[in-house]
């Protein structure tokens, strides 16, 4: 089982990666791993929570990129809520971080056209606020 002797800098650095990839349109969750991780690391509770953060919320930006490019003639005009979206505005990614509907909000708030700065922030306030509850959690 040698496999388990990782240091806390290659931790950290798989769950940014992880935390990353998990906010984007492929499947997983970090939070295991911050859990894991701050089991393993407890003295390194803010870093992991603030690399988990970034992470995710490079990957939540990735995903309002990625609808900011669909043309405005997709089918997206037939999204789900999309008025409630369109009233409530970049606020509303503040629940980015829910499983299967936050890789949709991200989406959509580039695809309506919200600016990045303000999805950026609520997306990353989200994200922060679920993984301080687990890091809360965890020690």
Not at 111 to 116: A, E, N, P, S, V
Request: charged share 15%; proline share 5%.
């Amino acid at each position: 089982m040698e496999w388990l002797n990782v240091t806390a800098e290659q931790g950290l650095a798989g769950l940014f990666l992880a935390s990353f990839l998990s906010a984007t349109v492929l499947p997983g969750g970090s939070e295991a791993l911050l859990w894991a991780f701050l089991r393993l690391h407890p003295e390194q509770a803010g870093l992991a929570l603030l690399l988990a953060t970034l992470g995710n919320t490079g990957g939540g930006m990735v995903s309002w990129w990625c609808g900011r490019f669909l043309p405005k003639w997709q089918r997206l005009e037939t999204l789900p809520h999309k008025e409630r979206l369109e009233r409530w505005g970049s606020p509303t990614l503040l629940f980015s971080w829910l499983p299967l509907v936050g890789d949709a909000l991200c989406l959509a708030a580039g695809w309506l056209r919200f600016h990045w700065l303000p999805c950026c922030l609520f997306i990353a306030l989200g994200k922060f606020a679920r993984y301080g509850l687990i890091v809360y959690l965890a020690s």
